[in-house]
């Protein structure tokens, strides 16, 4: 039997392959300074049109505008690369966006108004500085990683650089992908512009994303704290804020073994131990994690440290979307501010989709409850601008690509009646009984006293800070701080879904809780900073400072393991130094319309950025590949519509002499082959276009 690994998964006596080759072979696929000063030049476009933008479209203070412009001029860019990506190749696509960010920058500018830049603003260089330190820590931690996905996030890199926007299923091609991609295409802008291989665009994309999402967060917290140690905490909290899981171990025995009887480990919990009693002293068996193992105590299934989830991407990009809503939505002018508030919801939700519909739900709330209190509250100069953002956004959301754009794509074939719809969109069911939900505990309903109390532990001592953000909506409802009031509201939704309504995926409603948990803890930090010096009881001081700590605990501890990957960097799971010397020889040069045939599936897109036929779902294999993979002969492989053939050493020695012998027939070619002598063997790809006639 032939061994196929299809996702990602490890398979036993492979080994995870670690750097034999230079230091550059990580980096740097082609081209060396000379793409890299373009990549430079690009950026510098966007970012100076986002500075332009907030210089003139906002009154933001000195400190805070090089940073938002910097947020700025990324979604700017995400928005105006998925828009021009749809007609244009990635290049031009690219070059386009920047370039429209920028002239979007000196439109927004009118001379009555003062100089076009305001030098002065780059006395807060050291802003820019902490920004490049915090994202290289994080992408040298994330080049020794390969978690979260990345058989996922890898493959559409390459392909969406190579052309594909929006991006199609890369395990079906032809199949549009229901999928949140404005992270990936940030990254393969990198990969195309800068000529950085798949893996260190990836890894880059998600350290500078990482770095934007806390200097931004520290700016917010400055602004609201009126302090730069208030802005530090902030950004501190965001980082390592988590669940309580590691405090199940106070429990007394015979309470936690009560507590954790009946509970169904998920994922890589199940992966971790048979049960929660032993699943608290083991190790966390996440593929590709760090060479020493995060503790199973210490993650978490609801709120996973920011220093964890920030190698996932999206999450960081929606944070970012976020604290730019924060920052400008107080300090907007005119319509110019409303128009670049509709581009950041826009990537919003081609970003994460799940945060974008709560901040939604979050603004139309705060919308009927200021329309509640009468005419005589601010609606045109607040609330108008603020619904006249959302809306533009949630129409193209229908349009630009992504997860909503396939959701509404299918409803809407389906209420048209013709047929079978492209992309199965999850349904919602009546939760009932009540549970929360973890994506590594699994249900745990609130009517069985064990489950609840584990459940209490997942979220952790950050649920306190639900009544804190709750009763200061009510005072910002009153002083007209309504985007604080919005996402205050959009946590109560956040919240109250996975509760009482079950999805068709259960694990992915987990970002709901995740999110709400963490904007309420935000919005908690800035209530507690101002109440602490009229705070006469010591007890209560006392009671925050554990608080603070207790939920920070988890990310601190977590944080440990994953430094120890700085110094022993991978490419990812089953991508190994030949594969990196085919991805420099054929990634982009085949025909556009190629489908590739790969025993690892996915493996053969990373290298090529060409698409393949294997999989219904991420997590169902087409009988028909896998059936080609047991007998890959050179003439069914082409009848079966496949053009090109990524073969590996394994694959080759597994697959019969019959079918080795179909490759030295003349149709079919043998385009390149790299050699590697230690155990990652050799790669080799044939075109065998020829051998199906």
Known sequence: MVEVTPRGAYVGSLPKPRLRKPHAMYWIRAGGWVDLLGLFVLTGLWSAGGWLVVLHAFRLEPRERLVTGLGVGLT??????????HWLRPAPAFWIAAGLVFLLGLVSWRPSAG???????????KLLVELALIAGGFTL????????????????????????????????????????????????????????FPWSALDISRGFLGGLALILAGLWGRRVTHSKIGGTAIALFLAFASGGRWALNFLPYSVLRSATQGI????????????????????????????VPIPLAFANGILPPFVLGVFTGPKSLALIALFLFLLLFPRKTDWRSVVVLAGVFSVWALAAEAEFVLIALGLITMALLVRAQGPGRPWGKEV??????????????????????????????????????????????????????????GELRLD????????????GPILLAAPIALWAAGRWLRRGRYELVAVVLSGVFGLGIPLFLRYSVERDITRLSGSALLDWGLLSVPVLWFLWPRLRAGWMKTGIVIWAATTGFAGVVVLGPLLTAM???VFSNDIAVVDAAMTRRFWDELDPSALILDSRSWR???????????????????????????????????????????????WWQAMGEEARASYAQSCAVLLGEETDNSDNGFRRLYDVRQCGR
């Open 115 to 125: 100089p076009l830049w305001v030098l002065s603003d780059w006395r807060h260089w």
């Open 264 to 291: 169904t480990l998920w994922g890589s919990a199940a992966d971790s131990a048979a049960t929660l009693f032993d699943g608290l002293s083991a190790p966390w068996a996440i593929e590709g994690g760090p060479p």
């Open 384 to 441: 108008r601008p603020a619904l006249g953002s959302l809306l533009p956004a949630v129409l193209l959301s229908l349009v630009q690509g992504g997860t909503i754009t396939e959701v509404a794509r299918s409803l809407a074939v389906r209420l048209g009646g013709a047929g079978a719809a492209p992309v199965e969109a999850g349904l919602f069911a009546l939760r009932f009984p009540p549970a929360i939900v973890s994506s590594h505990l």
């Open 76 to 85: 700017g860019f995400i928005f105006f690369s998925n828009l021009a990506g």
């Open 604 to 650: 053969a897109v990373v290298v090529t950025g060409r698409l393949t036929r294997s999989a219904l779902d991420v997590t169902t294999d087409m009988p028909a590949w896998r059936a080609l993979v047991e007998s890959p002969l050179s003439s069914r492989v082409a009848q079966q519509g496949f053009t090109y053939v990524y073969v590996d050493k394994r």
């Open 141 to 196: 931690i994330g080049r020794g990683l390969a978690v979260f996905d990345e058989y996922n996030s890898l493959p559409l890199v390459s392909a969406v650089a190579a052309g594909d926007i929006p991006p199609h299923f890369y395990l079906n091609a032809g199949e549009p992908y229901l999928y949140h991609y404005a992270f990936q295409l940030f990254g393969a802008s990198l990969m195309r512009i800068g000529s950085f």
């Open 567 to 569: 110094s022993r960097p």
């Open 448 to 459: 069985r006293v064990g489950q609840l109390l584990v459940g209490l532990f997942e979220i």
